[in-house]
Each structure stands twice: as structure tokens, then as C-alpha cells.
């Protein structure tokens, strides 16, 4: 199993391009997230989702919009960057609650942003 | 409104030595507390959890603690391996919640010393 896996690793956008992260998930999870994680900030979450076809505001939602067409893909889209996005944006899923276990989310490596 | 804390930034250990990073929390709903680690570079990975009917977790060399009355958890490494050195992230959840979501510290650099 690949686990979590995110497309692209690294990008450069200028200021006002336009770009969409996926994020890909092998583990048949139905609940998955986008973070932000900037220097002090600690891990962010932007949007989320808990189903095929679903999705929710996290706590920084603005200026992104995502989508679940797939139970296993989960896009985040940035219509219009700003500096301000520039940041390592990491994508999770989880099963939820697994018997014996707990709600450990698994994340993936990461893609690094950088807008100009 | 910071509803998960780490106020330590950065710890510093020598190896063999005892690493304690702690974490405090203010919403009373939460009742299932993970730690993550993360290398640079990389996506964080799960360490180690503890629901809050306990109050000791144990995994080889890493042990966590909830003091549920002080809103406190704390990681300890015993000992610490120069590999131990990464960013450890405290995360707190609601499992009355139906949406799965953790909320993080904003993390711990911990380095581990030769």
C-alpha cells in the first residue's frame, strides 16, 4: 500500500495563478483533511471531508476550495494565490474509529508552495 | 483561542537521556490525545495515544502521561537516540464529534545530543 500520497511535491506560482493539490489515499479511508503548516504555526487545517462527495471549513478555509469526488481523492484548489499561501500544505485520512485501536490520522509527505 | 499548548518551542537532551515534552489542553471534551512526530522534509507520523480513561500509555522507549484534572499530557523518551530528533506534535480530539477532527500544538523541536 502507498498510503497517502500528494501530488505535486513542490511548486512556485506567481502571485494570482491558479492550482490544485490531490491528494490520493490507498487505505479505503472515509475521512480526509488538508493542513497548512507554517514556521511557530503549528498543523492548520483547512478543509475537510467525511465522505464521498462531501466537504467542511476547517479553521483557515479562505482562499481555498477543495472536492471529494472520489472516495479516495481529495482536491485543494487555489483560484487566485497569494504570498500568504506560500506554505508545506500536508494532506490526512483516517478511518475514524478502529476497533482496538484509536483515530490515528495518516498523513502524507507533503507539498511545499512557494508564491511569488 | 489556543485550545492545545506547547509552550516549549525547542528541548534540548543528551542522548541516553530523558527527553519529557508536554502538552496542555483547555477544552474538557477532549478524550482521546495523540503525538506525532515529524522529520523534516516529511509528513508526520503517528507516535502514540492515550484516551482519557487511562493515564499511562507505553510503547518501547515512549510513554505517555494524562493528567486529566491539570489538562496535561506529556511524552517522555527514555532514552533518547539522536534519531529521536524531529518536531513532536501534541493533538487532542472529541470522539463525541462526528467529523473526526484533531486539533495540534504548534510543536516541539526536540534535539537530541551525541
Known amino acids: 500500500n502507498a498510503g497517502v500520497t500528494q501530488t505535486p511535491k513542490f511548486r512556485v506560482l506567481k502571485t494570482g495563478q491558479s492550482m490544485t493539490l490531490l491528494c490520493a489515499q490507498d487505505m479505503n479511508h472515509e475521512y480526509m483533511y488538508w493542513y497548512r503548516q507554517d514556521p511557530g504555526m503549528g498543523l492548520r487545517l483547512i478543509h475537510y471531508s467525511v465522505g464521498e462527495g462531501t466537504t467542511a471549513k476547517g479553521e483557515v478555509p479562505d482562499g481555498y476550495n477543495v472536492s471529494r469526488l472520489k472516495k479516495q481523492n481529495f482536491l485543494l484548489g487555489l483560484e487566485s494565490a497569494a504570498p500568504s499561501q506560500t506554505s508545506v500544505y500536508f494532506c490526512?485520512?483516517?478511518?475514524?474509529?478502529?476497533?482496538?485501536?484509536?483515530?490515528?490520522?495518516?498523513f502524507g509527505p507533503g507539498t511545499r508552495l512557494t508564491v511569488t | 483561542d489556543q485550545q492545545v499548548k506547547q509552550n516549549s518551542p525547542s528541548l534540548s537532551v543528551q542522548e541516553g537521556r530523558i527527553s519529557i515534552l508536554n502538552c496542555d489542553y483547555t477544552n474538557s471534551m477532549f478524550d482521546y490525545f495523540l503525538w506525532y512526530k515529524k522529520y523534516p522534509a516529511e509528513g508526520p507520523t503517528f507516535l502514540i495515544s492515550i484516551s482519557s480513561i487511562k493515564d499511562k500509555n507505553e510503547d518501547g522507549r515512549f510513554t505517555v502521561f494524562l493528567n486529566k484534572s491539570a489538562k496535561h499530557l506529556s511524552l517522555h523518551i527514555v532514552p533518547s537516540q539522536p534519531g529521536d530528533s524531529a518536531v513532536y506534535f501534541c493533538?487532542?480530539?472529541?470522539?463525541?464529534?462526528?467529523?473526526?477532527?484533531?486539533?495540534f500544538g504548534k510543536g516541539t523541536l526536540l534535539t537530541v545530543n551525541p
Open positions: 490526512a485520512s483516517t478511518e475514524g474509529l478502529i476497533v482496538g485501536g484509536g483515530y490515528e490520522q495518516y
Open positions: 493533538a487532542a480530539f472529541d470522539s463525541g464529534g462526528s467529523n473526526y477532527k484533531l486539533t
